[in-house]
């Protein structure tokens, strides 16, 4: 799924700038965030971090070139005849 | 979009007094029992294609045609119309949205389907079968799908603290 070890560790650096700047668009003095409320944005925050790492390595990008090349949804009796 | 349609899905519904409040239709509260059915099924709806298509009545190629049209999406509203206008607009937000979640697949929309056979794409992740395994872990194995479906979970939780839901009650 990754080419480089370092994209889950990247990931993470994205997280934490993601769920930084939502709990800080969100967290007012009246009602501020408690540590698991916060832990529950970093933790889900790691979905699209770990998504923007994605995008620095390049087994994703060859996964996608390599899918694009195939059309899933030819007629399957074609496809069967053509192997 | 997979997964991150269920995210999308409950975030709409969380929008529901703000949608139905600006159609000038009656108010729908926000994840309401009304509100949560309407959107999940309205949003699911376009996928239901893929029944035809397990049970040997229509080709893969059916899927991401016909449900996926403004036309599906407007005459789903208007059927809806008569029995509850709140419904109407709120079926025809949650497929609009979904269009827009799937406009990331390479495998196109054919939004104005049947004037036009001409497929919309951002093209961000490359379409790999309307269901099964191979389908749903070819499609985490792109970024961009990481990035918008996991985004849509960020984008609900920051919901449910705004509308003060467990657990940000």
């Given at each position: 799924m990754f080419e480089y070890r370092r994209t889950p560790y990247l990931g993470l650096v994205f997280a934490a700038a993601i769920g930084f700047?939502?709990?800080?668009?969100?967290?007012?003095?009246?009602?501020?965030?408690?540590?698991?409320?916060?832990?529950i944005f970093y933790a889900l925050s790691y979905l699209p971090g770990l998504g923007?790492?994605?995008?620095?390595?390049?087994?994703?990008?060859?996964?996608?070139?390599?899918?694009?090349?195939?059309?899933?949804?030819?007629?399957?009796?074609?496809?069967?005849?053509?192997? | 979009m997979q997964v991150g349609h269920l995210a999308l899905a409950g975030t709409i519904a969380s929008f529901a007094p703000e949608i139905t409040a600006a159609a000038g239709v009656p108010r729908v509260?926000?994840?309401?029992?009304?509100?949560?059915?309407?959107?999940?099924?309205?949003?699911y709806l376009p996928n239901f294609d893929v029944i035809p298509i397990k049970l040997g009545w229509a080709t893969d190629r059916f899927h991401c045609s016909?449900?996926?049209?403004?036309?599906?999406?407007?005459?789903?509203?208007?059927a809806l119309w008569p029995f509850n206008a709140s419904w109407a607009v709120l079926a025809?937000?949650?497929?609009?949205?979904?269009?827009?979640?799937?406009?990331?697949?390479?495998?196109?929309?054919?939004?104005?389907?049947?004037?036009?056979?001409k497929r919309y794409s951002l093209?961000?992740?490359?379409?790999?079968?309307?269901?099964?395994?191979?389908?749903?872990?070819?499609?985490?194995q792109q970024a961009w799908t990481w990035v918008t479906e996991g985004g849509m979970f960020v984008v609900l939780a920051a919901r449910c603290h705004q509308l003060r839901v467990w657990p940000f009650s």
């Open positions: 700047a939502v709990t800080w668009l969100l967290e007012t003095p009246e009602r501020p965030l408690t540590l698991a409320q916060a832990a923007l790492a994605m995008l620095t390595d390049p087994a994703p990008r060859k996964a996608k070139a390599e899918y694009l090349k195939v059309d899933f949804y030819a007629p399957r009796d074609v496809g069967e005849a053509g192997e | 509260e926000a994840w309401s029992v009304e509100s949560l059915a309407v959107v999940f099924v309205a949003h016909y449900s996926h049209t403004l036309l599906f999406a407007a005459a789903v509203g208007a025809v937000v949650s497929l609009l949205l979904h269009f827009v979640a799937d406009s990331g697949s390479s495998v196109g929309l054919p939004l104005l389907l049947p004037f036009s056979r093209y961000l992740w490359a379409d790999t079968g309307h269901s099964g395994w191979f389908a749903f872990r070819s499609t985490y």
